[in-house]
């Protein structure tokens, strides 16, 4: 059940973020990835592992949010 999933990508966690969102947007892949929720801004820095693992769907390039806050 691999998802795919790239750069710029907005996708929904499983949990979500103190804010109230669970919609993400994929701001740096590495060994690492780092997402930045699109309601606050704030980003957080997962491995590639932990990532997969609290990914519910990928929403694709740049989603339906726009990020301009």
Do not use: Q
Not at 32 to 42: E, L, M, N, Q
Request: charged letters at 30%; glycine letters at 10%; a positive charge.
């Amino acid at each position: 059940m691999e998802k795919e999933y790239h750069l710029g990508d907005c996708v929904t966690m499983k949990k979500p973020h103190p804010c109230g969102t669970n919609e993400w947007k994929i701001i740096r892949m590495g060994m690492d990835i780092r997402i930045k929720c699109v309601h606050c801004g704030r980003s957080v820095l997962l491995t590639r592992s932990e990532f997969e693992r609290s990914l519910k769907k990928v929403a694709g390039p740049g989603g339906d949010h726009d990020t301009s806050h």
